[in-house]
């Protein structure tokens, strides 16, 4: 039968997974593999996705792709083939890289003493699955403020530091969370780029013990690559709670990489671990040593096969060995295709075809296409050394027990989306209510400054710049601080705790109506913070087409450099019984716009297929206080540098062309060079009925959304206006041009100017037409 027909609370055996290469392949290594258990745990209250439990971790996969795979339940199930195909455990040993020296004889202060002598730094790169607890060694180790998460992909980029160990220097690079090193999303090509060009002298590569089969994939793929390698067996604590016994030793033997039980939470095993680092880096462990893993003969007969034709063509070896090549040809690597054919030139088409004889030559033997045959040798190899290792799951303490009863509710038929928008309502009515307070402290400390400062100076162009420009101009927007905070608190806390996932979960069957993914929800909530993070999150999102779409919607979530300008003019011309309301409509009026832009891009602009909704649902941990602290004050410092560098300097550009005019000191703003300005773009934004300083102030406002309101607040311009140009102004707000530190972002992640202009071109012209329309309607 499919999976998909299973009911909630059965489980069954995999038989088979279906589909096209792409799909096949993730579904494939995130564990669903033949002769594996799957469970049906929960349906999202859509009914859509559903969440399994499978190798012990869990993970949600859409209906419609559960039907691709067959299972055999219970009544059904005839003996099938051991997924542990037994040559796969044999290891084969080739040039022991280091002999013979055990690291016991090499007591910390020798190697203390090693380092003084010659003073050494050490390249390291941090490698493992999402959530696996690579940032958190990374800020263990180096004191840094990495942000910790419990979502898989809130590590977006690499993030570099330093720590030192035993009188060594450590540069740790923290890459982005992967499950594979193929290259279907771009944050596997990413870190599989930083390993082969920026070649590391060591990779950790952290491993979540509570989850070791299904992490030992991305170490076999590691260990393909031939890089030295320590492995942190990370989570050890819960490994221990839970019961979990493992011979590390036989374990490390087996893989030929030395394994450091560790718990990055308490810092248990850190110094160790770099210690271990320090011995494979200097060629001293003994367990360090290079193995092949053991694809079966089928597998390995292909790859002799490409060999023989690569060994002549030594253009290939400096970057990778012929025998990785070869693997990687058989699994239809593109990247490795490319590389082929650049470096073999004429010579790549005959390998290729080489290539396809040996593949037809696997399918033959094995039945199965060259690539899932050794994903399944993978596995094969991974149960196999665990098996010998003697792993066994204890029954102490079920990890997810707690994650059970919390996820029973928060993902509850009918609790789930109550609860989810109560806490999105939650969090924007802390971020408001609560932050007036510190805003209104700020607003007057803002306010005093400005009287003390027009008190004490004397008159003169320079008092005028300080006042207007620099105290009104910043002033205006730091008061916004507080708010900033409170909400990447809260965005922090979901992200930690595990929720965000769970959003996505929830949020998939909607999302996918919108022609998107549920992952792309969390980038378009983030979004509500800061556009810039939130296009770079967009990277978890592994179909490229859901993933552009999301960046192209993204502007049109208001951010919280908007808010100063729909506070200022809400204040100043709504009733205040009516301004949480025109509040609302902004932020509601961005989500809709979002909501059919997407779809039309999804259906006209941007066609192709879907990617498998493969996500694994983390347990639910408690965030760490540093963590959630140590986060949202980062955000907070990204928006102080913003306003200390470029909104102070726009300020008193804003300022210095408001006070001089072409016949010097402007004797008012209509003389000045803003003046100007504005009147020369006046016709541009006659439909909208807006005054020249409110123009002048939306084409300040392209370099960062916050200079808008700044800029008001320099011109002074709000007189004048009715409530109906205010709120047409606000639209246009909303849907503008994204700041250039957006577009640059988009054009950053898109890889390419043509997306990032369309969207500062689009999104333009759409705030003409609605804010015209409005205004015009509204006048009839
Ligand atoms: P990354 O995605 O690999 O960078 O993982 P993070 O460092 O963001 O960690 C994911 C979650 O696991 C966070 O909530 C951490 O607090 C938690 N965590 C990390 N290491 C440990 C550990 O050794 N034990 C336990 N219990 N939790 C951990
Ligand atoms: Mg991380």
Redesign the pocket.
């Known amino acids: 039968m499919k999976l998909s027909e299973l009911k909630n609370g059965e489980h069954a055996v995999i038989v088979k997974v279906y589909g096209h290469g792409g799909f096949r392949k993730r579904i494939i290594e995130m564990g669903f593999i033949k002769g594996k258990t799957i469970e049906v745990m929960l349906n999202a209250p859509l009914q859509d996705p559903v969440k399994y439990k499978l190798m012990g971790y869990e993970v949600s996969l859409r209906r419609q792709e559960a039907e691709m795979i067959e299972v055999l339940t219970e009544a059904e199930e005839k003996p099938l083939d051991s997924p542990a195909s037994p040559q796969g455990m044999k290891v084969e040993e080739e040039n022991s890289r280091h002999k013979g020296i055990n690291p016991e004889d090499h007591p910390d202060d020798y190697l203390q003493h090693m380092a003084l002598r010659e003073h050494r730094t050490i390249n390291v790169a941090?490698v493992?699955?999402?959530?696996?607890?690579?940032?958190?060694?990374?800020?263990f180790a180096s004191g840094a403020h990495?942000?910790?998460?419990?979502y898989?992909?809130?590590?977006v980029d690499a993030s570099e530091a330093h720590a030192s160990y035993f009188g060594y220097e450590f540069n740790l690079t923290?890459l982005p969370?992967t499950y594979s090193l193929s290259c279907y999303s771009p944050e596997e090509l990413y870190v599989r780029q930083h390993l082969t060009e920026q070649t590391p002298d060591v990779i950790i590569n952290?491993i979540d013990s509570s989850n070791i089969e299904r992490n030992l994939y991305l170490t076999t793929q590691l260990l393909d690559m031939d890089i030295p390698m320590v492995a942190a067996l990370?989570?050890?604590?819960?490994f221990e709670r839970r019961g979990d016994s493992l011979d590390l030793k036989v374990l490390s033997t087996l893989l030929g990489t030395p394994l450091v039980p560790?718990?990055?939470?308490?810092g248990?095993g850190v110094e160790a671990l770099f210690r271990t680092v320090i011995q494979v880096y200097e060629g001293v462990s003994h367990t360090a040593r290079h193995i092949h893993i053991n694809y079966g003969h089928e597998i390995e007969d292909g790859i002799r096969h490409i060999q023989s034709y690569l060994k002549p063509d030594g253009s290939i070896n400096p970057r990778y060995s012929t025998r990785y090549v070869s693997l990687k040809l058989l699994e239809h690597d593109t990247n490795i295709e490319n590389f082929v054919r650049q470096k073999a030139g004429e010579r790549s088409k005959s390998i290729l075809v080489e290539r396809d004889k040996a593949a037809a030559r696997v399918f033959e033997e094995t039945n199965s296409d060259s690539e899932t045959a050794i994903m399944d040798a993978k596995y094969g190899f991974i149960n196999g050394a665990l098996t010998e290792a003697h792993f066994k799951a204890g029954n102490k303490q079920d990890t997810y027990k707690t994650t059970h009863i919390i996820d029973n509710v928060l993902s509850n038929k009918y609790l789930g989306f109550p609860i989810f928008f109560l806490i999105l309502f939650l969090m924007f009515q802390t971020t408001f209510v609560l932050g007036q307070y510190p805003m209104d402290w700020i607003d007057a400390g803002v306010g005093w400054l400005g009287e003390f400062v027009s008190r004490t100076m004397a008159d003169g162009p320079l008092k005028d710049m300080l006042v207007d420009g620099v105290i009104g101009g910043v002033g205006a927007v730091i008061v916004f601080l507080p708010q900033i905070l409170i909400l990447y608190f809260f965005i922090s806390l979901m992200e930690?705790?595990?929720y965000m996932a769970r959003a996505a979960f929830i949020m998939d069957k909607l999302m996918h109506g919108m022609g998107l993914h549920g992952k792309s929800f969390i980038p378009l909530v983030m979004g509500f913070g800061c556009n810039v993070p939130a296009i770079m999150a967009t990277r978890t999102i592994e179909s490229r087409r859901s993933r552009l779409i999301t960046m192209l919607i993204l502007p049109f979530m208001s951010c919280s450099a908007r808010l100063p300008i729909y506070i200022m003019i809400i204040g100043t011309f709504f009733a205040v019984e009516y301004q949480s309301f025109v509040m609302l409509s902004l932020y509601a009026i961005g989500i809709v716009t979002a909501v059919i832009v997407s779809k039309l891009f999804s259906t006209f602009v941007i066609k192709g297929e879907d990617t498998p909704f493969v996500m694994e649902l983390?347990p639910y941990?408690?965030?760490?206080a540093k963590?959630i602290v140590r986060h949202t004050w980062e955000k907070g410092k990204e928006y102080l540098k913003k306003m200390g560098g470029i909104i102070l300097v726009a300020s008193i550009i804003v300022w210095a062309l408001g006070y001089y005019g072409p016949e010097g000191q402007a004797s008012d703003m209509e003389q000045s060079y803003i003046g100007l300005m504005g009147q020369w773009i006046s016709p541009l934004f006659s439909p909208q009925g807006f005054t020249w300083q409110l123009d002048v102030s939306l084409i300040a406002g392209v370099g960062a959304k916050e200079i808008v309101a700044s800029t008001i607040g320099v011109l002074g311009g709000l007189e004048g206006i009715s409530p109906l140009v205010a709120y047409s102004y606000l639209l246009f707000v909303l849907l503008y041009f994204p700041c250039i530190a957006t577009v640059v972002a988009i054009r950053h992640e898109s890889g390419s100017w043509g997306w990032a202009v369309f969207a500062a071109v689009y999104t333009t012209l759409l705030a003409w037409a609605v804010s015209a329309v409005v205004y015009q309607l509204g006048s009839l």
């Open positions: 941090l493992g699955n999402p959530n696996c607890g690579k940032t958190s060694l990374f800020n990495g942000h910790v998460g419990n898989s992909g809130v590590t923290d969370g952290v990370n989570m050890y604590d819960e560790t718990s990055f939470k308490s248990m930690d705790s595990g983390p941990r408690w965030p760490t963590a």
